[in-house]
Nanobody, 114 residues
């Protein structure tokens, strides 16, 4: 069964930090690529970070230099360290394969507000 469980979201002030985690079932995990996405209110879901089979990471321009993606292959988890958060980072955050299928987890809400 495909299963992706995101956690770690919350409310934080601008400039703050959060660390998101995602646990994947064996059916959902893809060694060759996992990614983080987010969906802000009224906007389409967008890709923000990816990690490939070699552990190389890639980021969208909107989060580059502030967010860091990592993974634990043995545990089939990925994480997203988010620093210097901005109000425009407010969104529901999801993890999925780098080439996602139809299944998505529930996501975790991140709210950045003063």
């Amino acid at each position: 069964q495909e299963l992706l469980v995101e956690s770690g979201g919350g409310a934080v002030q601008p400039g703050g930090s959060l660390r998101l985690s995602c646990a994947a079932s064996r059916q959902a995990w893809r060694l060759f690529g996992m990614a983080w996405y987010r969906q802000a209110p009224g906007r389409q879901r967008e890709w923000i970070a990816r990690i490939d089979i070699d552990g190389n990471t890639y980021y969208s321009d909107s989060v580059k230099g502030r967010f860091t993606m990592s993974r634990d292959v043995a545990e089939m988890t990925v994480a997203l360290q988010m620093n210097s958060l901005k109000p425009e980072d407010t969104a529901v955050y999801y993890c999925n394969r780098a080439v996602p299928g139809n299944y998505w987890g529930q996501g975790t809400q991140v709210t950045v507000s003063s």
